[in-house]
């Protein structure tokens, strides 16, 4: 089944203790994009990345790292969470056809609350 | 880049009322046009999309026609049903690329 799984589901952490949430997809999907959700902010994007070892910022990519080292993998860095980050976190990932991304397909979120 | 203008919401609906959600866009030339769908507790699905001008989208109920020529995407349902209570994108296919606030549509019995 075409899939984009995310880990944890949840996470519950205090200010300070470094976290990663993991993306996966198993579509070969060379674009890869993560996504926080606030009331009232909506869907604002982090980092997204065109392919392994590519990445760029988003509109707010402050306190947040990612890496692409495999296609399929592309992990969310907290490095120092701070209580403004909790928030509801959604990775995607879509084909890039004729330079353009077509359907973007969602993880099920990673709900992230920061003590 | 391109961008959406979204009507804003909340909508809220009788069953079997006609929706419609407009969003107009604002191109460098010719994006794709997308509308997702987030059911509560649930990520992001795509809902329908249009690739090109005079296209028109259809799933679940649901059509959007792409107009070039009022830059237009607009979300339409002749009967709602309670299950179609959701928050709703406009998007075109961007790299960098925020959704904003979505429309939140809710249908009550």
């Known amino acids: 089944e075409a899939q984009v799984t995310q880990n944890p589901r949840y996470l519950i952490t205090v200010t300070g203790k470094k976290l990663t949430v993991t993306c996966s997809q198993n579509?070969?999907?060379?674009?890869m994009s993560w996504y926080r959700q606030d009331p009232g902010l909506g869907l604002r994007q982090i980092y997204y990345?065109?392919?392994?070892?590519?990445?760029d910022k988003g509109d707010v990519p402050e306190g947040y790292k990612v890496s692409r080292k495999e296609k399929r993998n592309f992990p969310l860095i907290l490095e120092s969470p701070s209580p403004n980050q909790t928030s509801l976190y959604f990775c995607?990932?879509?084909?890039?056809?004729?330079?353009?991304?077509?359907?973007?397909?969602f993880g099920e979120g990673s709900r992230l609350t920061v003590l | 880049g391109n961008s959406v203008t979204q009507m804003e919401g909340p909508v809220t609906l009788s069953e079997e009322a006609f929706l419609t959600i407009n969003c107009t866009y604002t191109?460098?030339?010719?994006?794709?046009l997308f509308w997702y769908v987030q059911y509560p507790g649930e990520g992001l699905q795509l809902l329908l999309k249009?690739?090109?001008?005079?296209d028109k989208g259809s799933n679940k109920g649901f059509e959007a026609t792409y107009r070039k020529e009022t830059t237009s995407f607009h979300l339409e349902k002749g009967s709602v049903q309670v299950s179609d209570s959701a928050v709703y994108f406009c998007?075109?296919?961007?790299?960098?690329?925020?959704f904003g606030a979505g429309t939140t549509v809710t249908v009550r019995a």
């Open positions: 995607a990932s879509s084909l890039i056809v004729a330079g353009r991304t077509g359907e973007l397909f």
């Open positions: 579509m070969n999907h060379e674009y």
């Open positions: 990345s065109m392919n392994v070892e590519v990445t």
């Open positions: 191109a460098t030339g010719y994006p794709s």
């Open positions: 249009a690739t090109k001008a005079d």
């Open positions: 998007a075109p296919n961007d790299y960098k690329l925020s």
